[in-house]
């Protein structure tokens, strides 16, 4: 069973930076993705940004492209989802999510959230004005 656990959440002013961190375990195939998602009060859960373990490939919805930046460790099983120039339009329930596949995935667009099998409990982000 796959497990994720974020961090990194708080509350930041709008300009500023947060880096969010999510760590997983119980990961059996050669491939996965781990993807951001976000939740406002009030408002659908919308698809951040995501990386494939197979090639490093990425998507980051457009709001946030030039302010946010994956990254991962694979030897820790770690992406990390650098902020900067946080607004308080990105406030919200911040989630991790994975999935695996037996073969090699490739991101060439958005991955709708219910292709991911396992999720985290989430952290807040709170950006201030």
């Known amino acids: 069973e796959v497990q994720l656990v974020e961090s990194g959440g708080g509350l930041v002013q709008a300009g500023g930076s947060l880096r969010l961190s999510c760590t997983a375990s119980?990961?059996?195939?050669?491939?996965?993705?781990i993807g951001w998602f976000r939740q406002a009060p009030g408002k659908e859960r919308e698809g951040v940004a995501s990386i494939s373990s197979s090639d490093g490939s990425n998507y980051y919805r457009d709001s946030v492209k030039g302010r946010f930046t994956l990254s991962s460790d694979p030897a820790k099983n770690v992406v990390h989802l650098q902020m900067n120039d946080l607004k308080p339009e990105d406030t919200a329930v911040y989630y991790c999510?994975?999935?695996?596949?037996?073969?090699?995935?490739?991101?060439?667009?958005?991955?709708?959230?219910?292709?991911?099998?396992?999720w985290g409990q989430g952290t807040q982000v709170t950006v201030s004005s």
């Open positions: 119980g990961f059996t195939n050669d491939a996965h993705v």
């Open positions: 999510a994975a999935f695996e596949s037996f073969g090699k995935i490739t991101i060439v667009s958005e991955i709708s959230a219910h292709i991911y099998t396992s």
